[in-house]
């Protein structure tokens, strides 16, 4: 039995607070994180976000390459898996875009696309590629707007600004913006008249369901068109 993603992340997470290399970071710096976080749960933000039974918002934004993928022309030829993630520097992430890459052949079986949206410019999206060996499009959500749409858009509060910026997590410059706000990772199963059949959002980073947490979503939609 190969680990859950969850297990994966829980392992990192652990080695990550405990202070081990690479990455080393202070205690005062994992606390000032978990504040954030408990902060963002607390907020109620998650519940605000769009959910089963909810009609996705349509959207049209640049991969890598500049090509305009539009959800209305993915949604065409089946339903559609849609992660938001928040950039390359986040080590969650990628760890979740490898385990949504695993999973691409199962999701093809159900006739399904995926794309993956983060805020992040081309230059990173080709880095998020690379980096984790994808085979599916990393679309470029500039200003968040379409996880805005998606209720997902947060802005970071000041204390985690000055933090990032000590670490050198320059998230403007990663995005090209100059907001400081990120998506709440999140994945949605929309089914091919635009409804959301499966909405999974979570406002702690740290927290990721399994891509196979999906499949009976998927297994319905293809029911339901058969």
Known sequence: MSMSLQDKLDAFKADFEAGKPPYSVPRSVIETMRRATAEL????????ALKAGDKAPEFTLKDPDGNAVSSA???AKGPLVVSFYRGVWCPYCNMELQALQAALPAFQTFGAGLVAISPQTAANSRKSVRQNALQFPILSDPNNDVAAAFGLRFALPDYLV??????KNDLAAFNG?????????ARFVI?????????EV???????PDPEDLLPALRGARAAAV
Do not use: C, F, H
Request: no cysteine; hydrophobic share 40%.
């Open 41 to 48: 749960v607390a907020s109620g933000a998650a519940a605000r």
């Open 73 to 75: 022309e993915l949604l």
């Open 162 to 167: 000055a933090l990032y910026k000590g670490l």
């Open 177 to 185: 913006d100059p907001s400081w706000t990120l998506p709440m990772p």
């Open 191 to 199: 089914g091919q008249d635009g409804t959301i059949l499966y909405a």
């Open 202 to 208: 979570n406002p702690d980073y740290t927290r990721r």
